[in-house]
Nanobody, 123 residues
Framework: QVQLKESGGGLVQAGGSLRLSCAAS????????MGWFRQAPGKEREFAAG????????WYANSVKGRFTISRDNAKNTVYLQMNSPKPEDTAVYYC????????????????WGQGTQVTVSS
């Protein structure tokens, strides 16, 4: 059973930058799609970014496209989310997740989840 642990969250000013990390342990990482989701208070969890097993494909929600970049290092069993020019509306708990499918955006298409890391963007 893979365990996913996010880190790197915190308080950032709008227009700044922040990098989130998600480290996997105890299971297979390198052959799976990985994704980042987020959940703001009172809202449903939503897809932010995804990456294929070898990093050859990435896909993004329109709300973050051009500002966020997902990447992975299979040698380190880690996936990253580089957040550039964040906005106050990006404030949320960010989760990483693992999927057996490719180019997936729905929460039920991912089978393992981390506990999340809080990101707060101040204006």
């Amino acid at each position: 059973q893979v365990q996913l642990k996010e880190s790197g969250g915190g308080l950032v000013q709008a227009g700044g930058s922040l990098r989130l990390s998600c480290a996997a342990s105890g299971g297979t990482f390198s052959t799976y799609t990985m994704g980042w989701f987020r959940q703001a208070p009172g809202k449903e969890r939503e897809f932010a970014a995804g990456i294929s097993w070898n990093g050859g494909m990435t896909w993004y929600a329109n709300s973050v496209k051009g500002r966020f970049t997902i990447s992975r290092d299979n040698a380190k069993n880690t996936v990253y989310l580089q957040m550039n020019s964040p906005k106050p509306e990006d404030t949320a708990v960010y989760y990483c997740a693992r999927s057996r499918q490719v180019v997936v955006r729905k929460t039920d298409e991912y089978d393992s989840w981390g506990q999340g890391t809080q990101v707060t963007v101040s204006s």
